[in-house]
């Protein structure tokens, strides 16, 4: 029971808010039913009545937790850097109401990157920045009153995701009020370094007790972001020097005055806007996100914002930074800003606030020409006057004597002149790199190396044994020393499969700060396709791409490969290759030719926890630009391919196939000619060819749409297949070299002793020669893997036998074609490599003897039909050494002993196969043991009217 007496005293009636709206006639009659309703809630929600009818205006924060009155927690936020906006939401409020303006106030929470380094959260990470901002953008619309929304945020994803939303309203005024910083403590670490605790207790370099009394008072005070330039405070300072932030509002310290003078100062700035019909459209210019990028430059910013300032630049309608923008504007900004982590000093970001901030910076850049000064900001003025009064204001004498007088530092040598950051020996931000390791580069935040690392010429070289994790926690271990083989000093770590695709792009500052913060920690590198926190130093590369998972080559690496890195930072280049494996060492292209023959890495994978959300978000962003386009979602480029994947039968609806049918039609009376009818598909051949924009598909001589590929067209049934095929126009004739009928992620498997010939012969070379017997007789067929997609020879190109081996064959073999619904779709020809001697000596041995570097050739295209077309088709090998035939035999498929629809079936019975896969059904032709292949051979297989032609190389 209960000790309130008055729990039940329940009411169902309540007499209302006392007064009368203030309707009018022709505004009641002619409104929307949602605007009377709406001022009924506003004064049941305690507004005057009277005072309906005042501009309204949407301010919107990222507050989270509930603080009592005197600021003691009730229930907790996921960070510091959103529990105090609540207060900069209330002081713009009463700003916005004493000038006679009506205040909304909603709020859209973030998530906190350190509290979720190293655990699945942080596969939400990236991706939450995109759905922050679309439920941002619904809250503006969703008041459709509002004349103009203030945006007050702090940290990693949530300040980005609310330019995002800002900077899509381009008819209404808008301003952002960065969320502030927290102190530093008066004894102890800063957040940044207090995150490598575990890595330095288990390494010794503390005890338990330092550990426990450091990580207590390492957030000072209880709001604001990170006391470093990580992502948080970088956006901010982004915000600002693009024009959306009232002047010297980066950085200030939560919960002060100065910092609540912000809120008020922004409030007004947005009511003047609305006056003056100032919209964001006037604000966020191409001009805006150049100054932008400048000041991040000479700030020596997080490297996250080369993936949010795209997005920004998107959401404005706006053209996305290129790799070549930040390039050429990374050169041409010197640093000059002293901060953490990257130094030399590294003082805190409110210490840099105090110093001047992004106006003082702005200034040096102003002097040196670097930025646009006729950009207008929403101070209502350009970035040139804004800057005027900046540098003969009283707040900037007076913040910049406080730091002088309370912490004892000159503030120019916290953001310096020009000249004195030469001579200190400050070097530009982002060095960009390529390499056989990143075609499609990287980058690595080349402020953050330690001096000592880098040679007089400011070039950072180094070379070492590659060190490949498939997972952060492994690397983790390896890194504290707590697994079977740690880290040791002078290796490259290669942290793979952590891109989007895999988890998200993780963010690794786990490894970062354990790297800075051990003894041998800068002679170690760290190269990933994941990205990496504001706050991490050393050398570490990032943003490889492709990343692994998208078939990179950074996934083909293997522990023991000898990586070179070269960072110029000076000239803000440089280069990430492999140049040996074992004691072997070779120069970049010989590096790429070996990359391009290894297969994935066999531990490469999909992070298991990868939530289905981020799947989407992965897949979205990957259509829309991927990570150097801003992992945004273009709405364009996605309906565009879902377009053609419908046009191509992609999405395999069979009432969406008949209406495509009619719109085929139509385009082939307009774009060309039909191809002929269904009834004389079969038969037909799909074949791929190499064209200047890479490998392309065509049917019956044609080429097919661009995007048309055989992954696609085995996700469709047999018949709608052949349907779409059939309603395609034959525009353009193919032309360019056969390339193997396969894409390159789709894999080749093989059937084993399908034949007795084959039976007989396995039984012959081997020392267990039972075991065939018991293979052949067996209700289970023998199925192995034989080659990924991109490891296929086709006709033309050389095929190979081992070096170790003595005892070499080719095997040709009819290839059936099955789609993801397990039905036979076609066949091509095929010669399956084998080395005999190695099989014959130990049958687990089959990987050696049948899977390696140019064991697999198909061509030279794809026979469409019905399975029992393929009932009895003739196969024929002859084999030519200097232009005489050393052999040559022929059989037919009618003598296997299994069909191929129980292959087929056998194969996809517990295995799935997506994109579809091809199936070698098995060998029935095998020269005897007097024969092996030889280097300069030519071997020729022909299946049906199929032929292929291949040279023997080592």
């Not at 005027?388 to 707040?395: F, G, I, L, P």
Request: proline share 6%; net charge negative; hydrophobic share 40%.
């Amino acid at each position: 029971m209960t000790a309130d007496p008055h729990l039940y005293d329940i009411a169902t009636h309540a007499p209302g808010p006392a007064g009368r709206l203030p309707l009018e006639a022709e505004w009641l009659r002619d409104s929307p039913s949602g605007d009377v309703f709406g001022w009924t809630m506003d004064v049941a929600m305690g507004w005057a009545p009277e005072e309906l009818g005042r501009k309204e205006f949407l301010i919107l924060s990222t507050q989270a937790g509930i603080r009592a009155a005197d600021g003691v927690a009730i229930a907790l936020g996921y960070h510091t850097g959103h529990w105090e906006v609540g207060l900069l939401a209330q002081a713009a409020a009463e700003e916005l109401t004493r000038r006679g303006a009506i205040p909304f106030v909603a709020s859209v929470s973030d998530p906190c990157d350190g509290r979720t380094q190293g655990t699945p959260g942080m596969m939400d990470s990236l991706a939450y920045r995109n759905d922050a901002a679309i439920v941002l953008r619904r809250l503006i619309r969703s008041l459709p009153t509002r004349r103009g929304v203030l945006g007050i945020a702090t940290c990693d994803k949530g300040l980005p995701a609310m330019m995002m939303a800002l900077a899509a309203q381009s008819t209404l005024p808008c301003v952002i009020v960065p969320g502030g910083v927290t102190l530093l403590p008066e004894r102890g670490e800063d957040a940044g370094k207090v995150q490598s605790l575990g890595a330095r207790f288990a390494h010794g370099l503390l005890t338990l007790d330092e550990a426990a009394e450091l990580a207590c008072r390492a957030c000072a005070s209880p709001g604001g972001g990170c006391q470093f330039l990580g992502t948080a405070a970088t956006s901010q300072v982004v915000a600002e020097a693009m024009g959306l932030a009232v002047t010297h509002s980066a950085l200030a310290p939560s919960g002060q005055p100065i910092w609540l003078d912000v809120a008020r100062r922004s409030a007004a700035a947005l009511l003047e806007m609305e006056a003056k019909g100032i919209t964001t459209r006037d604000i966020l210019t191409e001009d805006a996100l150049y100054n932008a990028m400048v000041t991040h430059a000479a700030f020596g910013g997080s490297t996250n914002l080369l993936l949010h300032i795209p997005a920004i630049a998107h959401a404005a309608r706006l053209p996305r930074p290129k790799v070549e923008d930040w390039m050429r504007v990374n050169r041409q900004t010197p640093r000059l800003v002293d901060v953490l982590p990257n130094g030399p000093t590294g003082y805190a970001t409110v210490q840099v606030f105090l110093a001047g901030g992004v106006p003082e910076v702005m200034l040096h850049l102003a002097d040196l020409g670097l930025l646009r000064l006729n950009a207008l900001t929403v101070n209502g003025c350009t970035v040139g006057e804004s800057l005027d009064a900046w540098a003969r204001s009283e707040r900037r004498q007076r913040v910049r004597t406080r730091l002088a007088a309370l912490d004892g530092i000159d503030p120019d040598d916290v953001i310096m002149s020009p000249e004195r950051a030469c001579e200190r020996g400050l070097s530009g931000t982002i060095a960009f790199l390529t390499g056989n390791l990143a075609p499609q580069g990287a980058i690595i935040k080349s402020t953050a190396m330690d001096p000592s690392i880098v040679d007089a010429d400011g070039v950072y070289r180094k070379v070492g044994p590659a060190r490949v994790f498939t997972s952060e926690r492994a690397a983790v271990a390896a890194v504290k020393g707590t697994s079977d083989r740690p880290v040791e000093a002078g290796d490259v770590i290669v942290l793979i499969g952590a891109g989007p695709l895999g988890t998200g792009m993780e963010e690794t500052y786990q490894l970062t700060s354990a790297l800075r913060y051990l003894p041998e920690g800068k002679t170690i590198a760290l190269i990933t396709d994941a990205r990496f926190s504001g706050v991490s130093t050393g050398a570490c590369i990032g943003h490889v791409g492709p990343e692994a998972l998208a078939g990179g080559p950074l996934g083909r690496l293997r522990d023991g490969d000898t990586i070179q890195i070269i960072v110029d930072r000076l000239n803000l280049v440089g280069r990430i290759d492999l140049i040996g494996v074992g004691d072997r060492r070779f120069d970049v292209d010989e590096g790429a030719q070996v990359l391009a023959t290894r297969p994935l890495h066999p531990d490469l994978h999909v992070n298991p926890h990868l939530p289905d959300d981020t799947r989407l978000w992965a897949a979205l962003q990957d259509i829309s630009g991927g990570t150097w386009g801003g992992c945004v979602y273009d709405v364009d480029a996605i309906i565009e391919r879902l377009g053609a994947a419908r046009n191509s039968g992609g999405l395999g609806n069979s009432g969406e196939l008949w209406e495509l049918r009619g719109t085929l039609r139509e385009r082939g009376g307009l774009c060309g000619k039909i191809r002929p009818s269904i009834h004389k598909r079969q038969g037909m051949q799909l074949t791929r060819h190499q064209t200047s924009q890479g490998g392309r598909w065509a049917a019956g001589g044609f080429f097919l749409p661009p995007s048309l590929t055989l992954s696609v067209l085995l996700q469709l049934r047999r018949e709608a297949m052949m349907q779409l095929l059939a309603l395609l126009p034959a525009d353009e004739p193919a032309y360019g070299e056969l390339l193997a009928p396969i894409d390159p992620l789709q894999e080749v498997w093989a059937a084993g002793v399908t034949y007795l010939r084959s039976r007989d012969a396995r039984r012959a070379e081997s020392r267990a020669a039972d075991v065939y017997e018991r293979v052949y007789d067996a209700l289970r067929p023998e199925l192995f893997f034989k080659a990924a997609g991109w490891r296929v020879m086709s006709t033309g190109m050389p095929i190979r036998i081992r070096a170790d081996s003595r005892w070499n064959v080719p095997e040709p073999e009819l290839v059936i074609v099955i789609n993801r619904y397990r039905q036979i779709v076609g066949y091509c020809a095929g010669n399956d490599v084998s080395s005999r001697d190695i099989e014959g000596e130990n049958p687990l041995y089959l990987p050696q003897a049948k899977v390696y570097d140019g064991s697999c050739a198909l061509g030279p295209g794809i026979v469409l039909c019905e399975p029992d077309e393929i009932a009895d088709v003739p196969i024929r090998l002859s084999v030519e050494r200097d232009g005489a035939v050393v052999f040559a035999g022929e059989a037919t498929t009618g003598a296997m002993k299994r069909t191929l629809c129980e292959l087929a079936e056998y194969l996809t019975r517990e295995l799935s196969f997506p994109h579809g896969v091809l199936l070698m059904t098995g060998t029935c032709i095998v020269p005897g043991e007097g024969f092996t292949l030889q280097q300069g051979d030519v071997v020729q297989v022909q299946v049906g009217t199929l032929a292929i032609r291949n040279k023997v190389r080592l």
